[in-house]
């Protein structure tokens, strides 16, 4: 379903927080000391050292643990976060890092897509946010989302992602330049489209990573920018910036060569924008809409020769020349915020980003149709022949494609739920058979756990009703 995503469950022996836990050579299979239960005397002295040995530092272990408990609870008193922090510093504390180094060698990918993670900013460690990133690897990532059963247990679901690069936040823009924008830069001078643009949540760092300080002609630009307030960033930009420098001969309009940079406005959820102003929900829209749009496209350069749909937004009116032709590169820089706040988010951002990669990594098709050069005036905006059959068409087939991810993923929810739902609903049952169990209690958390997964269940119902209507009116 998603070959990039890996997620763990919490199985039923598991410790609470989700951390891997290795099992002492002391232990048996249900965690019961074996050597206390044996006679150690009849060991030789050598032997008996070792097991004393082992038990000492089995004990220190604990006491450490325990020690960074109590540091924890006394420090983070105020902080509903202090539990979560802990289980991701235990879970941390299991992974070899192996970030990546200005020495590691380039990839020459056709696409490359690759997320860069920012440090916690002043707002967020006020708000004593948990940073719920961690980047074990080069190519890798680990999202550590807080979750909380119905019995308020609170556990980590830690999803897995993997990328061509991930850029934790100790890297900065030299190194981001080096994996990204400039292995693209000769393209453009073998006859070339290059374009690399930054996709993310607003406030996850677009404009830090494609502007820089911005000087070069990109200032001038900048102030043409519609701004406006977010929620997550109160200088948040409500447009998509397109830099583009293109190559060509003097005197011809043929363009020998173009490379873009692009910095999306902020992918924002509807919910967030729910108590926006009406103008603030009409861009939110048509951010939205573009976006899926520029999903298409890639898409569509993944496999060669099929249709572009280019003529789903302006944005990729705008871009359609980059990408078609066999010499085209792109690389997508996906940007997340640490923070808990952020977690919901950052996993859209994962997905949509992984949901290219899967694309490509499906979608190898022949080329037989490779356009011819392109020149300015194909386009033009003028020159772009919109037929509006034909726009009402992409557009309809974009809210399909939208509705169908939608589905996905409230599919995803119901199977996931479902199988929490029959370990809790087992131990909820297994409970009441022991003496004097409290009815109560039993019968509200079995009330909550079935209100729990039929909320689910009918949210997805609804998302099903949806598709199946708009695959009909098709
Ligand atoms: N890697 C980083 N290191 C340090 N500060 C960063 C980093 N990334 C972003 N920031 C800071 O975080 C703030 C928000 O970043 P930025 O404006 O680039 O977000 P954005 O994704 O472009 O947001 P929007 O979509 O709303 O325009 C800025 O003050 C920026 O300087």
Redesign the pocket.
Known sequence: MFPYLIEERESKNSPKNGTPRRKSLEEDNDGNDLVSRLDTNSFSPRYQKLIAKSRDERRQRHADEKALRDQLLHLEQNNPYWEFAQMICEFRGGLEFRPLRESDSVIENQITVCV????L?DKEIKRREVDVISVPAKNQLVVHEPKQKVDLTKYLENQHFRFDYVFD?S???DLIYKFTARPLVKTIFEGGMATCF?Y????????????GEFKELIQKGSVERT?GQ?S??S????SHAVFQIILRKNGSKTIDGKFSLI?????ERGADNSKSNRQTRIEGADINKSLLALKECIRALGRKGAHLPFRGSKLTQVLRDSFIGEKSRTCMIA?ISPGNFSVDHSLNTLRYADRVKELIANDNLDNDEIPNAITEDDISEENVDIDEEVLKAEEKRLQISSLEWELRESQRHVIQSCVNFHDMACDLYNSAEENGYDQQHYAKKWRNLLHEIVDIQRGALLKANEFCTALDGH
């Open positions: 860069r993670k920012r440090p900013n936040e890297c900065n823009n930054a993310g949540q607003t406030g996850s760092g677009k404009t830090h990573t494609m502007g701004s977010t997550a960033n200088n948040s930009s409500r910095d999306l406005a902020g992918n940007l």
